[in-house]
């Protein structure tokens, strides 16, 4: 093709498509969007729950563009002169100050202040749902593990952006807040005192904190959670998405719809109706009233302090922990508060570190892109229930108080429920979903080998009365049927073929354990084969 | 996007061709049926189903429009500090109330026309894509190790250990001038920890009215919050200092005290405890009169100010400590010193 030829062609082409030759010259689009313009998508409603993480987050970062606007990370301390009456003449500081500057000054700014904290409970909420989603259905499995850890480093990065950010106003909430962190730092041994004062600059409150924290907030901790949202996106698309199983579905191939145009609808349309419900909700309902709560001062406290949510279980942790405390060689060892510091990172590692200590047990190492169905996992689906119990008893303990006042109970029993339920809920609760799983596997079996209850009561002519079971269709006896089983790992040969004993290690031994424990007789119903289907379904008047 | 755009290939009866079975299996009745058959919607049939949805879509954009309007409209016509009242949510700023709907109409109508739009009138057949293994094939595999190889052998690292060796070094040393530049973060903790403003002859303020405390001040069931003499709200470090030298006052019957260095340290069963609780910092301010317990609001550590502030429930590890005090020559509180034991939270050195 002669230059003229092009140039001729070029000219002629609609502008969009100048545009994208302009593009792909540069930056090779068309190689890119060749694989992903019709990439499918699986449906399911849960699948949206990341998206929800990922648009209140984008939501949080515009809106909080915004208030930085207007907002003066500063503690030095100014009078009021805004117009919230009640508040006039107080001293308070700057950062405090322009808070109140958005909420009753800046026209909207209330509003986008609303919207901001609104996302980040939501932002949170909905990455624990997501994960537990993830969870549950085993979709951390080869070859997610990587993006399992992404997901997670950002939900505990978002606490911490989330605990950074209500604490800039300065109000009297969020620093009674900043000094429970200060007396938890102050209880790690050796360097306690070293670690507050180069965190506060001094003795605490210092002049400093709201500063770092801006910093922290907006700059830090939002750069690393960017990143790691964009790889978290990278790994979905190049992974490709899960799918439950299902007629046509297989682990070799994903069926759903194509991004254009289905998914850029749906996804591009949630994207606004997740906006507008924060938006909404932001007009509805009040959420951090600082002109209620007032500047911070270190001597003043209201009753019913509570952290944002996502902090309740690391507040239950300090309630409700005896506060042991030993002196020796005139030192202090805190242990009634650095005990529940060092738990409060370690309840969320337990759930972090699961993926890589069930693939361990199964030692499989095939790729997985069928969702499993949570019965059809019970030791795993009971891990992932205890583990819920146990966070939501520690919400419980941090929030001792608003249970005492609401529901009119003993601020000492609740303490004590907290201290006996963090040992003992998790473990009934194992044990109870391991229980309701293995009864719906049956119930599951029951069904692809009987059929389904239909309702409808025959009476035989000997006077017996049945109920008529339908039998499945093909395609509802291979979604019941689809999932893989394990069997539980055997320790090999202990003795080689020359009659030496081989020493067995110990890890091989709680493996086997494990193992056993995972997909041994009474931990899986085995599921139904086809010949037992076909015995009962050839023989006659079965129901 | 109408049911006539789809193209033919995406249609069920073109999708039939390539497989989908719906009889049962006789061999397996486990196996998989392959993807079940298109059903239709109503809009890919009849297309004044599809005119009707197209309308729906075009009307919830049209209301988002609206909104927008609106949104402007109540920020120019709305004065910021309007309150309304609002069943059942109560008295609230009507700018922010008004804003807020607006814009949420105005979102969430876009993101339910694109839904719907996408569900009524975009095609509905749903597709099969391959997957591919995530690792790479072998020959994948070994090209990369052999490159590796070679570029290894070519650097030569493996070989002048010297060269490894001084640039490991170099690598590790040179964040230590980061390290470094944290350390003014803050000054050295020292004892600073260990002191307050307390200090003898020093008065005790009363916190609401800022005058000195007179013994008859105190009334038995009060409880009365007291700041050191000299420090002012407007002083520069004075939330720094507040928040070690908070002081709380009541008045007990001298027989009701329990503990024997209580009862030294008060006067006239007027005793003075640190306000700042033992256990993370929190200021304590629920006082019971009847028991003489005082309870942290934030974790609930009471403290028995009867008996020398020591814990009875709660997370505290330690008793409150206590502010000696006196009656100077005016016959004012006064403090005989400073506390002789830190205040707040315990940390390593407190011993």
């Known amino acids: 093709m002669s230059t003229n030829e092009t140039n001729e062609r070029r000219d002629k082409a609609p502008a969009g498509e100048r ?31 990341g998206e929800v993480c990922l648009y209140s987050f984008i939501i949080i970062i515009l809106t909080g563009v915004y208030l930085t606007l207007f907002f003066h990370p500063s503690m030095n301390e100014v009078t009021y002169h805004g117009s919230y009456v009640p508040l006039q003449g107080q001293l308070m500081s700057e950062a405090f100050n322009s808070t109140m500057h958005i909420s009753f000054d800046v026209r909207g700014g209330l509003l986008i202040r609303q919207i901001h904290h609104w996302a980040a409970l939501i932002f949170l909420a909905a990455m624990f749902v997501h994960m537990m989603r993830v969870f549950f259905t085993g979709a951390f499995r080869k070859p997610r593990e990587v993006n399992w850890l992404f997901g997670f480093l950002l939900f505990v990065l978002g606490m911490f952006t989330g605990f950074t950010g209500y604490s800039l106003p300065d109000d009297l909430l969020s620093g009674t807040g900043v000094r429970f962190m200060e007396g938890a730092v102050l209880s790690v041994p050796i360097v306690g005192t070293y670690l507050s004062f180069f965190l506060f600059g001094g003795e605490f409150p210092g002049g400093d904190f709201v500063a770092r924290f801006y910093s922290i907030h907006i700059l830090l901790l939002p750069g690393i959670m960017l990143g790691l949202v964009v790889g978290h996106l990278i790994l979905v698309f190049y992974h490709k998405h899960t799918q439950f199983a299902g007629p046509g579905k297989t682990n070799n191939n994903v069926v759903g719809m ?42 003043m406290v209201s009753t019913g302090a509570q952290p944002d949510w996502y902090m309740g279980f690391s507040e239950g942790l300090i309630r409700v922990m005896p506060g042991w405390e030993i002196n020796f060689w005139g030192h202090t060892l805190v242990l009634g508060v650095f005990i529940p510091l060092v738990i409060f990172p ?27 169905r949570p019965r059809n996992v019970p030791t795993r689906t009971a891990f992932g229930a205890a583990w819920i119990s146990w966070y939501f008893v520690l919400l419980v303990g941090g929030g001792n108080d608003i249970w005492a006042t609401h ?14 339920g963090f040992f003992v809920v998790p473990v009934l609760v194992f044990l109870a979903t391991k229980r309701v799983c293995l009864g719906l596997q049956r119930r599951d079996k029951d069904k692809v080998l009987h059929g389904r209850e239909s309702g409808i009561i025959k009476r035989l002519p000997h006077g017996e009365f049945v109920e008529i079971h339908e039998p499945l269709s093909q395609d509802a006896l291979h979604t019941l049927t689809a999932h893989e089983q394990y069997v539980p790992a055997a320790i090999g040969a202990t003795v080689d073929e020359n009659g030496v004993e081989r020493k067995v290690k110990g890890t091989e031994k709680l493996r086997a354990k494990l193992s056993e424990a995972y997909y041994g007789e009474e931990s899986q119903i085995a599921k139904p084969t086809v010949e037992e289907y076909k015995e009962i379904t050839s023989g006659h008047g079965h129901h | ?54 309308r729906v879509v075009a009307f919830l954009f049209t209301v988002s429009m609206l909104a927008t309007v609106g949104f402007i409209a109540s920020y120019v016509g709305i004065p910021h500090n309007k309150a309304i009242f609002v069943f059942p949510i109560g008295h609230i700023n009507a700018l922010n109330f008004a804003l807020g709907l607006t814009l949420g109409t105005a979102l969430f109508t876009i993101g339910a026309g694109a839904v719907h739009w996408a569900r009524t009138l975009m095609s509905d057949v749903e597709i099969a894509d391959e997957r591919h293994a995530i690792e790479a094939p072998p020959e994948v595999k070994a090209k990369v190790l052999a490159d590796f190889k070679q570029g290894a052998k070519e650097s030569a690292l493996g070989r002048r250990k010297l060269i490894r060796n001084t640039m490991f070094g170099a690598l590790a040393l040179f964040p230590l001038s980061g390290v470094m530049l944290l350390r003014d973060l803050g000054p050295l903790p020292g004892t600073k920890l260990r002191h307050t403003l307390w200090s003898k002859g020093k008065l005790l303020v009363n916190m609401n009215t800022n005058l000195p405390l007179r013994p008859s001040d105190v009334a038995v069931g009060s409880l009365t919050f007291a700041k050191p003499e000299g420090l002012e709200e407007t002083d520069e470090e004075f939330q720094t200092e507040i928040a070690k030298s908070a002081l709380m006052i009541v008045r007990l019957q001298p027989e009701n005290i329990k503990d024997k260095r209580e009862l030294e340290w008060a006067h006239e069963g007027i005793v003075a405890f640190s306000k700042i609780c033992t256990h993370v910092g929190c200021p304590i301010s ?14 609930q550590s009471t403290f028995d100010l009867s008996d020398g502030a020591r814990v009875i429930f709660g997370p505290a590890g330690h008793a409150l400590p206590q502010l000696r005090i006196g009656v ?17 939270p315990a940390f390593w050195e407190r011993g």
């Open chain 1, 19 to 49: 545009v994208a030759d302009w593009a792909d010259g540069r930056l090779g689009i068309y190689s890119l969007a060749k694989s992903n313009m019709r990439k499918i998508f699986p449906d399911h409603w849960s699948f949206m729950l």
């Open chain 1, 258 to 299: 194509p991004l254009l145009p289905v998914y850029m609808a749906k996804a591009g349309g949630f994207f606004f109706l997740v906006f507008g419900v924060i938006a909404a909700v932001a007009a509805i309902a009040s959420i951090n009233p600082i002109w209620a709560m007032g500047p911070y001062r270190p001597d």
């Open chain 1, 346 to 372: 370690l309840v969320l590692v337990a759930i972090a570190v699961y993926p890589f200590i069930e693939s361990w047990v199964t030692g499989d190492k095939s790729e997985h892109h069928i969702l499993d």
């Open chain 1, 407 to 420: 529901f009119h109970l003993s601020i000492n029993s609740i303490t004590w429920f907290v201290r006996v």
């Open chain 2, 1 to 54: 996007m109408s049911s006539q755009d789809i193209p033919e290939e995406n249609l069920p009866a073109e999708q039939d061709a390539h497989g989908a079975v719906s009889v049962a299996d006789e061999q397996n009745p486990f196996a998989d049926p392959g993807l079940p058959p298109h059903e239709h919607r109503v809009q890919d049939i009849d297309e004044r189903a599809a005119k009707r949805s197209e």
């Open chain 2, 286 to 299: 629920l006082y019971e009169q009847q028991t003489h317990h005082v309870l942290c609001p934030c974790h």
């Open chain 2, 328 to 344: 100077s020559d005016e016959g004012y509180l006064e403090a005989l010193g400073d506390f002789e034991e830190p205040v707040g």
